[in-house]
């Protein structure tokens, strides 16, 4: 929150993307520590996605001029919405719709909800930023 308070102006704009950058990488260690006792294979997907991010996050971010970052952020914005809504998706197809939720046990509402809401946030989030580039595009 800081970090994005810090990118409401070009005199602060650096140091908010510092202190995000820092916040982030607090929340991949933490996440990192707390699946430390997972099995192999989710570990080489967790470093599978994060090499892929990087490789195709970094060279855009730095080639990038600033009269061009509002295409960059709508499309990093989308893409982020449109992983949420993919991984709300596989979680719903893992579950059998729910239906077969922790073996057998009945889902509770706030997890039927709370998949639900990051489904329909996510995919608006991904279109409106496909329609906010296809907008930005210059022709």
């Given at each position: 929150i800081y970090g994005l308070m810090g990118?409401?102006?070009p005199k602060t704009a650096v140091r908010g993307n510092q202190?995000?950058?820092?916040?982030?990488a607090?929340?991949?260690?933490?996440?990192?520590i707390s699946v430390?006792?997972?099995?192999?294979?989710?570990?080489?997907?967790?470093?599978a996605g994060l090499?892929?991010?990087?490789?195709?996050?970094?060279?855009?971010?730095?080639?990038t001029k600033m009269t061009e970052m509002p295409q960059l952020v709508a499309?990093?914005?989308?893409?982020?919405?449109g992983t949420v809504a993919l991984i709300a998706y596989?979680?719903?197809?893992d579950s059998d719709g729910?239906?077969?939720?922790?073996?057998g046990e009945e889902p509770t509402v706030h997890i039927v909800i709370a998949s639900l809401f990051a489904a329909i946030i996510g995919s608006i989030s991904f279109w409106g930023s496909v329609i906010a580039l296809k907008i930005i595009q210059p022709r």
């Open positions: 990118l409401t102006g202190i995000a950058a820092v916040g982030m607090i929340a991949v260690v933490a996440t990192l430390r006792d997972a099995d192999m294979s989710n570990w080489i997907l967790i470093i090499v892929v991010g990087v490789v195709l996050g970094v060279p855009p971010a730095l080639r499309l990093f914005n989308g893409v982020g919405g596989a979680e719903f197809l729910f239906t077969a939720f922790k073996h």
